[in-house]
T-cell receptor, first 111, second 117 residues
Framework: TQLLEQSPQFLSIQEGENLTVYCNSS?????LQWYRQEPGEGPVLLVT?????EVKKLKRLTFQFGDARKDSSLHITAAQPGDTGLYLC???????????FGTGTRLTVIP | GAVVSQHPSWVICKSGTSVKIECRSL??????MFWYRQFPKQSLMLMAT?????????EQGVEKDKFLINHASLTLSTLTVTSAHPEDSSFYIC?????????????FGPGTRLTVL
């Protein structure tokens, strides 16, 4: 059973389009992180959200943490080929000392 | 800062042999390190939590006698895949949590691709 479900699993879009990736769970997290991973490399942290309802922006990327701290979304505006990669959300469960990773969303941005 | 290295970056071995993968925190100390496995087109799955000076904690379904973890210093954890078989072929990634830092910040290594023939 996967603690964090991401949707969509795969996404292929044209350069310049907008997209949203969702990360959902029935569990409450003390914090949630988003990573991007390129083939053959380790994941790279993009952002950490901690407060319910929190919104963080990183250039063309907007991250939101759900009010109940059970879900999160990542919105990319005007996607570029350099955004191509595997996007992973990861949650820190209250009382646990490790991260639970989502199922992943593989994004391909076509020039 | 906060760099984690892994060695080797890739390894090919014959079935039945053992392979050791190293995970080092280069510019910080890490009491806790984590080992993940990632199969093609899938997410990261936590295998075990490595604690300096004590036994590792393994996730359900991970055989501790097959995946030996040693965390002998505050900057080094090793994962040894014993009697490797083709189904152990995967991308192994470690991460390190800086000692004394709150929260669950983890810095990830670049991964080691293991191919068992």
């Amino acid at each position: 059973t996967q603690l964090l479900e991401q949707s969509p699993q795969f996404l292929s879009i044209q350069e310049g389009e907008n997209l949203t990736v969702y990360c959902n769970s029935s569990s409450v997290f003390s914090s949630l992180q988003w990573y991007r991973q390129e083939p053959g490399e380790g994941p790279v942290l993009l952002v950490t959200v901690v407060t319910g309802g929190e919104v963080k922006k990183l250039k063309r990327l907007t991250f939101q943490f759900g009010d109940a701290r059970k879900d999160s979304s990542l919105h990319i505006t005007a996607a570029q080929p350099g955004d191509t990669g595997l996007y992973l959300c990861a949650g820190e469960v209250i009382g646990a000392n490790n991260l639970f990773f989502g199922t992943g969303t593989r994004l391909t941005v076509i020039p | 800062g906060a760099v984690v290295s892994q060695h080797p970056s890739w390894v090919i071995c014959k079935s039945g042999t053992s392979v050791k993968i190293e995970c080092r925190s280069l510019d910080f100390q890490a009491t806790t390190m984590f080992w993940y496995r990632q199969f093609p087109k899938q997410s990261l799955m936590l295998m075990a939590t490595s604690n300096e000076g004590s036994k590792a904690t393994y996730e359900q379904g991970v055989e501790k006698d097959k995946f030996l973890i040693n965390h002998a210093s505050l900057t080094l954890s090793t994962l040894t895949v014993t009697s490797a078989h083709p189904e152990d072929s995967s991308f192994y990634i470690c991460s390190a949590h800086p000692s004394g830092q709150g929260g669950d910040t983890q810095y990830f290594g670049p991964g080691t691709r293991l191919t068992v023939l």
